[in-house]
């Protein structure tokens, strides 16, 4: 495996992480952009699943890096013929690719692509692993606290189907952060600790909403949407309990009126669309370290 492939957030450093943060950062102080010499820089973006936010902020990302960007579309490629996943990878990096970015619906697909030699990205496994989500809710926490450490994170909905939630608990936890659990009983995972939701949105700094992951075999058990939202769902009644400080966050898609009242998506403690904003950031970062690129140094304009 690549050294500069991204795959599970274990596989970065504290200090990688911070690295990474820290470019990303750059990225948007500057919004021109640093003049690396990437107009040579082939990438391919192999999106197995549906997504909006992961597969088109890479792209923008590496279109404003000034890569060469393809857009793999399996529907119309020969693994409709039986191609596996390896020998779809295998043949971008033997015609000349230097980086792909996978999203696919298999929990740890890249266990199957040790042998490749250019960098993989991981843009979702499943319910394994979502690193650049990841990075970006760090961004985004770090952008409002100025810290990672000490903050109490709410995690709550569809835990046992979620990539966000394993990625954020194994990165916060270890940078020093509280994350605890809400939701459903159906949907607790073993060594998450939970936390009654309504003493936890009064307790947290961050209350992160899931969408129940439907792709996934969840479903609603039964209640109706509102009757989701009045019970496991952030109603304006809980927003008024927040912490005058606490923000509110969402991987998304979000599903308005189910685990979120729809006026709240945009409300003032919403940091839903920076999230977004800051995923172009940190893709950027990733990008710039898929292709060997040393991190900027302290202070570097
Ligand atoms: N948060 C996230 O992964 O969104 P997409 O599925 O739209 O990429």
């Given at each position: 495996m690549n050294p500069y492939s991204l795959l599970k957030m274990s596989d970065l450093s504290n200090e990688d992480i911070f690295s990474i943060l820290h470019d990303a950062k750059l990225f948007d102080n500057s919004r021109?952009?640093?003049?690396?010499?990437?107009?040579?820089a082939l990438v391919a973006n192999l999106f197995f699943e549906a997504s909006t936010r992961t597969h088109f902020s890479f792209e923008s990302a590496q279109l404003q890096l000034g890569c060469k960007v393809a857009d793999f579309q399996a529907g119309s490629s020969s693994v409709t013929k039986g191609e596996t996943l390896y020998d779809t990878v295998k043949t971008f990096e033997s015609i000349g690719y230097g980086c792909v970015v996978i999203r696919h619906?298999?929990?740890?697909?890249?266990e199957q692509l040790k042998d490749i030699r250019i960098p993989i990205v991981n843009a979702g496994d499943g319910k394994g692993n979502h690193p650049s989500q990841c990075l970006l809710d760090l961004l985004t926490f770090y952008n409002e606290?100025?810290?990672?450490?000490?903050l109490k994170v709410l995690i709550t909905g569809d835990?046992?189907?979620?990539r966000v939630a394993a990625s954020d608990k194994e990165a916060l936890e270890r940078l020093g952060s509280t994350v605890r659990f809400a939701g459903p009983k159906e949907w607790e995972r073993e060594g998450y600790p939970t936390m009654d939701f309504d003493e936890g949105i009064q307790w947290a700094d961050v209350v992160m909403m899931l969408r129940i992951q439907k792709e996934r075999g969840a479903s609603l058990q039964g209640m109706s949407d509102g009757e989701y939202l009045e019970k496991y769902g952030l109603t304006k009644e809980r927003y008024s309990h927040m912490q005058d400080h606490a923000i509110i966050c969402h991987p998304a898609p979000v599903n308005r009126g189910i685990?979120?009242?729809?006026?709240?998506?945009?409300?003032?403690?919403?940091r839903i669309f920076t999230q977004m904003h800051n995923g172009m950031l940190v893709r950027k970062a990733i990008i710039k370290r898929a292709f060997g690129f040393a991190p900027f140094e302290e202070g570097q304009k």
């Open positions: 021109k952009d640093w003049q690396l010499p990437m107009q040579n619906s298999q929990d740890e697909y890249f606290f100025g810290t990672l450490s000490g835990i046992s189907h979620s685990e979120i009242d729809s006026d709240l998506v945009e409300a003032e403690k919403s």
